[in-house]
């Protein structure tokens, strides 16, 4: 039995290697191997060795597979050199690889995209560290209302988000734990815990019997209501969503260290909310609280999702390399591209992907809801028609491509829903439900973290309960997605890799027979299609 033998890429100056790990040579034994001697004497004649290289059957790689190996001739010098097999061979290139034979690309992608955030981090940054200036400032001046003020919030307000952070931190360890694990329960699992989560939530903030946390609580069981309905609309669509979980984690394990770049970015995440939450006590005294708390928010939001892309663009480089080039990529590097070259491109998708679900969401639901009326009919086909265009142009499958070949967001969403459309994935990818599972996890951990901060904040004064929950909410969701990156990611190479390179030896048939399942109608499948559909004239 031969060594391991390790095929390592050269890159440029400076940057690490990734190896590809092509398997095991078997060695022949020696009666398998021909030496032909012609000639006797010194100078006699030429000699010729001839030794067939002998091809594992067990452990041949990818690369062998795609690249056929000649055997090893010995001529003499000067005479003409055999033709052989390897030298006809010429490799085709699929339409989606023309253009895309660089894996490592040293341009940064979405450079304005990458400014506009830098430039919004340095502001948000400034105003953090001002704005805790001004609460220390505040707190420290014990003879004002204000400073009496700032250290009641600081005393009643912040320990039960702080809490809430922890405890949003550790169901995300919890999460993604369960779902490698049991994902096929999982999937149901999550789908009912969030319906009786937010309705849980819900029912708790209207018995608090405040203005305030009455309208939280309308809008959490009116939420609630819609996931349990969602809940039973997906029923014949869990066991491909778990399927396709328990499948595209399984490259995950071959990589130990891949869930560390999530990790990270949940512990920056938890010291930048600590940071913000001060921030925003020194600003309720600050020129216009209102607006400047909301725009405190929204750059949370934008900077809490970049961290979730950056974990995205790492996993999804490891995993999506693993399946395209079999190799075996170093995680710390490709975290090393998600926040330099490719951030910018993460920022970008941080803008607009959420957007883009938004509407499809209103998009199906308008869909859902048209029936004969002409005006619903008329704003399903209009939803309908924008979403297909921003589909093609922005949409969450393209942080592989991103990842993979460093390309900007807008061309990586061409060229993977390009992918779909050329092997007849497009109802596939618009009835998974693996990126809905997601989202309701963090919904999930958000309705928990507000019932716990609520109830904290109630017992010991109740006039913060209204601001603490939403807060709470927000903080739980966010952390969580930032946890779930992983096998979001995973998923989405899963989709995009086999629509680039469907190789049997990669994937088994679980999406030919769920393409034919569509196509077929076997199990009265109700697809969310891209185009209204048309009522027939009478």
Not at 294 to 308: D, K
Request: net charge neutral; glycine share 8%; aromatic share 12%.
């Amino acid at each position: 039995m031969g060594a391991p033998v390790t095929v390592v890429m050269e890159r440029e100056a400076g940057e690490k290697e990734e190896k590809v790990d092509v398997g095991d040579a078997e060695a022949k034994p020696d009666g398998d191997q021909k030496k032909e001697v012609d000639g006797g004497g010194k100078g006699a004649g030429a000699v010729v060795v001839a030794v067939d290289a002998a091809q594992s059957e067990t452990r041949a790689s990818r690369l062998q597979t795609q690249h056929p190996v000649a055997s090893i001739q010995v001529v003499p010098r000067g005479a003409a050199t055999p033709a052989t097999p390897a030298d006809a061979y010429q490799p085709t290139l699929t339409p989606s690889q023309v253009g895309l034979a660089s894996l490592n690309s040293r341009a940064y992608t979405n450079r304005i995209s990458l400014l506009l955030f830098v430039l919004h981090l340095l502001v948000a940054a400034a105003a953090v560290c001002f704005f805790c200036f001004k609460g220390v400032e505040g707190v420290l001046d014990f003879n004002s209302e204000k400073a009496r003020k700032e250290r009641h919030v600081l005393k009643f307000w912040l320990p039960p988000i702080e809490g809430a952070s922890v405890l949003s931190i550790i169901l995300a360890f919890a999460w993604q734990k369960a779902i490698r694990s049991w994902p096929s329960v999982m999937v149901s699992f999550i789908l009912w815990a969030c319906f009786f989560s937010t309705m849980a939530a819900g029912i708790l903030l209207l018995c608090f019997s405040l203005p305030a946390t009455d309208g939280l609580g309308v809008a959490l069981i009116a939420f609630s209501i819609g996931a349990g309905l969602y809940a039973c609309w997906v029923t014949r669509r869990i066991p491909f969503a778990g399927k396709v979980f328990a499948l595209a984690l399984r490259p995950a394990t071959k990589f130990p260290d891949l869930n560390g770049p999530a990790y990270l970015m949940m512990g920056v995440g938890f010291l930048w909310i600590s940071a913000w939450c001060f921030a925003v006590i020194g600003a309720l005294n600050f020129y216009y609280p209102p607006l400047t708390i909301l725009l405190l928010v929204l750059s949370l939001a934008w900077t809490a999702e970049v961290m979730r892309n950056v974990a995205n663009l790492t996993v999804s480089r490891v995993i999506a390399l693993y399946y395209l080039r079999g190799m075996q990529s170093n995680t710390q590097f490709s975290f090393q591209r998600a926040t330099t070259i490719n951030l910018g491109s993460a920022c970008l998708g941080s803008l607009f992907v959420p957007s883009i679900e938004a509407l499809r969401i209103i998009a199906r639901g308008l869909n859902l809801l048209e029936g004969e009326d002409e005006f619903l009919f008329s704003c399903a086909h209009c939803c309908l028609r924008v979403m297909e265009s921003i589909f093609r142009y922005g949409n969450s499958w393209a942080f592989v491509h991103i990842a993979a070949y460093g390309r900007g967001f807008v061309a990586a969403s061409q060229s993977t829903w390009g992918l779909f459309e050329r092997h007849k994935m497009e109802e596939l990818v618009d009835s998974d439900i693996t990126s809905a599972v997601c989202f309701l996890t963090g919904v999930t951990s958000g309705a928990l973290s507000l019932i716990f901060a609520a109830s904290w904040t109630f017992s010991s004064h109740k006039h913060y309960t209204a601001t603490v929950s939403l807060l709470a909410f927000f903080v739980g969701y966010l952390m969580t997605r930032i946890g779930m990156a992983l096998p979001h990611a995973c998923v989405a190479c899963y989709f995009v890799c086999y629509a680039e390179n469907p190789s049997p030896r990669l994937f088994d048939d679980t999406i030919p027979a769920r393409l034919n399942q569509i196509q077929s109608d076997s199990e009265g499948f109700v697809p969310t299609p891209r185009f209204p559909r048309r009522h027939p004239t009478t």
